[in-house]
């Protein structure tokens, strides 16, 4: 396993975003974002920045994809919408169909066609994954990805 980490910054919200893509077997890349100064934070993918650049800065992430691809072009990508977590009320929220979750697959369905891309979606756990259809047998490569995020993400209901 390897991870790519692109750096960006949003005009709108004035915070730098990292972006980790995190290489799986497979040829899969997880994606995962978060506000650089909640870096240090065990919440860093559940805070809510709330500035309202969501849809510019998930298109800077989704722009990761054509630059991966130049590299790794039967590359297939998958994100996890992270469950909000308030420490200060001590409340977080369900794992299933994320506010994050929704708003992202959202945006992932309308910005990326299905030309190079099967997409499945695990509501279960907010769950999005596109197979690059250069995988040849997609259900067969779906499984297996699948697989193997439930054995390293163990953390994640079952999906």
């Known amino acids: 396993m390897f991870t790519l980490i692109y750096k960006f910054n949003s005009p709108i919200t004035r915070y730098a ?3 980790r893509a995190e290489y ?5 890349f997880a994606l995962k974002f978060y506000a650089q100064k909640d870096s240090k934070s065990d919440y860093k993918y559940s805070h809510i920045v709330n500035k309202g650049d ?3 800065i998930l298109i800077t992430c989704l722009r990761s994809v054509q630059l991966i ?6 590359a297939s990508f998958g994100f996890i919408g992270a469950r909000t977590i308030d420490p200060i009320s001590n409340r977080a929220e ?3 169909n994320t506010q994050r979750f929704r708003v992202y697959s959202q945006i992932v369905e309308a ?3 299905d030309q190079t891309f099967d997409h499945f979606i695990y509501e279960s756990v ?3 994954l596109l197979v690059n259809r250069n995988a040849g047998d997609i ?5 297996l990805i699948r697989q193997m995020f439930t054995r390293t993400y163990n953390n994640l209901l079952n999906i």
């Not at 799986?24 to 899969?28: A, I, P, R």
Request: glycine share 10%; aromatic share 16%; charged share 30%.
């Open 69 to 74: 691809l130049k590299d790794y072009p039967d």
């Open 54 to 56: 969501v849809f510019n």
């Open 126 to 128: 907010s769950g999005y």
């Open 24 to 28: 799986h077997s497979e040829g899969v």
């Open 94 to 96: 369900d794992f299933e």
């Open 17 to 19: 975003y990292i972006l």
């Open 139 to 143: 259900d067969n490569k779906e499984q």
């Open 111 to 113: 910005t990326i066609g």
